[in-house]
């Protein structure tokens, strides 16, 4: 059985495409689809092309390497299996992949968790806008993983990044 916080991990049995990105999490690979017809990658995992509506794709490996475009700080947790784990932040990490695409102001974005060198999740003074990150895996067991965010060792200068006021 896969489990995350102790709850267990149920994906739909027609959701063959959520399965294989999971797995291939937990083989250490951050895979997206990838159109077949237009050549552009998306997320989150979809039927259908949103840029030209092609039903052809295959998978294709991404760097895992991203900046921080917004985030929040969860006080109170959704969920019980949050309860010893907030507060916790979730971020909304654009892939160095596909930047400005399809326009100016876009990008490939994941919305995930910053988690510190252990695993738990990262302190408030650690979430910036701008900030570097790089993926990790949070084993889920059963061969799946789920793709989570670490900060990169390299940051921009401290002037790059923005915080909210504390
Ligand atoms: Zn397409």
């Not at 990838?34 to 294709?60: I, K």
């Not at 654009?94 to 990262?122: T, Y």
């Amino acid at each position: 059985m896969s489990e995350y916080l102790g709850v267990e991990v149920n994906i739909a049995s027609n959701d063959g495409a959520k399965q294989e990105f999971l797995e291939h999490a937990g083989q250490g690979r951050l895979s997206l689809q990838c159109c077949s017809a237009c050549d552009q990658l998306r997320y989150p995992v979809m039927t259908a092309c949103p840029f030209c509506t092609s039903l052809d794709w295959a998978w294709s490996e991404v760097s895992g390497w991203g900046t921080i475009y917004s985030y929040e700080y969860v006080m109170h947790p959704i969920h019980p299996a949050y309860r010893e784990r907030a507060p916790y932040p979730i971020v909304l990490v654009e892939l160095d992949e596909q930047r400005q695409f399809p326009g100016e102001h876009d990008g490939l974005r994941l919305i995930s968790s910053l988690v510190d060198a252990e695993g738990a999740p990262a302190a408030q003074e650690a979430c910036a806008i701008g900030a570097r990150v790089e993926v990790e895996f949070a084993d889920l067991g059963d061969g799946l993983a789920l793709p989570r965010f670490r900060l990169a060792a390299e940051q921009p200068a401290e002037a790059e990044l923005w915080r909210y006021p504390a």
